[in-house]
């Protein structure tokens, strides 16, 4: 971690000024957001700012997002309470907080050991007041409330073959909120999906 100077590219002095902020969180080398704010604990080539994401945001102003975007990096995270709750703060109204990561059924998931946190169909509802879903869950445990715009399973494999029949499983899944709800009720681990897509807006 480069502590000497944590902002590689001045960025946080002119953040206010820019027209569209978007804030790419654990992205590696390479971001695939154009034009984001890379944000990442390893001071890598495509980093803007480095810092352990474990501890927050604490250097990004209230409402200064038009976009949170993060691809497989929530599952690495300790406290996944910190960084929703930071995300939210840092969103503009209206803002979207979007995504993906492993769901549970993945069996790659359990091949990384620096992976934490799982995540279910359910698992951003704990972040809504509202749900688009029959099943409800507990909303009381924090104050951040997003809409939920968009949930969608991902069925992959890295074998063609089996790769098209799992894009089958993608359609039929997905093809309504019953079908979501019935494959992790009763499918999720005859067909593992390989990872959840997420789209947020705060209210």
Same mark, same amino acid.
Not at 19 to 35: A, H, M, N, T, Y
Not at 66 to 82: G, K, N, Q, R, W
Not at 103 to 111: E, G, I, L, R, T
């Given at each position: 971690?480069? *502590?000497?100077?944590?902002?590689?590219?001045?960025?946080?002095?002119?953040?206010?000024?820019?027209?569209?902020?978007?804030?790419?969180?654990?992205?590696?080398?390479?971001?695939?957001?154009?034009?984001?704010?890379?944000?990442?604990?390893?001071?890598?080539?495509?980093?803007?700012?480095?810092?352990? *994401?474990?501890?927050?945001?604490?250097? *990004?102003?209230?409402?200064?997002?038009?976009?949170?975007?993060?691809?497989?990096?929530?599952?690495?995270?300790?406290?996944?309470?910190?960084?929703?709750?930071?995300?939210?703060?840092?969103?503009?109204?209206?803002?979207?907080?979007?995504?993906?990561?492993?769901?549970?059924?993945?069996? +790659?998931?359990?091949?990384? +050991?620096?992976?934490?946190?799982?995540?279910?169909?359910?698992?951003?509802?704990?972040?809504?007041?509202?749900?688009?879903?029959?099943?409800?869950?507990?909303?009381?445990?924090?104050?951040?409330?997003?809409?939920?715009?968009?949930?969608?399973?991902?069925?992959?494999?890295?074998?063609?073959?089996?790769?098209?029949?799992?894009?089958?499983?993608?359609?039929?899944?997905?093809?309504?909120?019953?079908?979501?709800?019935?494959?992790?009720?009763?499918?999720?681990? *005859?067909?593992?999906?390989?990872?959840?897509?997420?789209?947020?807006?705060?209210?």
């Amino acid at each position: 971690m480069n *502590l000497t100077n944590p902002d590689k590219s001045a960025i946080l002095e002119r953040i206010q000024a820019l027209d569209k902020v978007v804030i790419e969180l654990g992205c590696g080398s390479s971001k695939i957001q154009p034009g984001a704010i890379g944000i990442d604990m390893v001071d890598l080539p495509g980093v803007d700012i480095v810092c352990n *994401l474990e501890e927050g945001l604490p250097f *990004l102003p209230d409402e200064c997002a038009d976009i949170v975007y993060s691809s497989h990096f929530l599952e690495h995270l300790s406290d996944l309470h910190l960084v929703m709750s930071e995300s939210f703060r840092i969103l503009k109204k209206g803002g979207v907080m979007k995504g993906r990561v492993p769901h549970f059924s993945n069996p +790659y998931f359990y091949s990384d +050991y620096t992976h934490k946190t799982s995540f279910g169909l359910y698992s951003f509802c704990y972040f809504s007041k509202q749900t688009p879903f029959k099943r409800g869950v507990p909303t009381f445990y924090n104050s951040v409330n997003f809409k939920i715009i968009r949930i969608k399973l991902v069925f992959y494999s890295p074998f063609l073959i089996r790769n098209i029949f799992r894009k089958i499983l993608t359609w039929v899944f997905n093809s309504s909120r019953f079908m979501q709800e019935w494959y992790e009720e009763g499918f999720c681990y *005859l067909f593992p999906a390989y990872e959840m897509e997420f789209e947020l807006e705060k209210l």
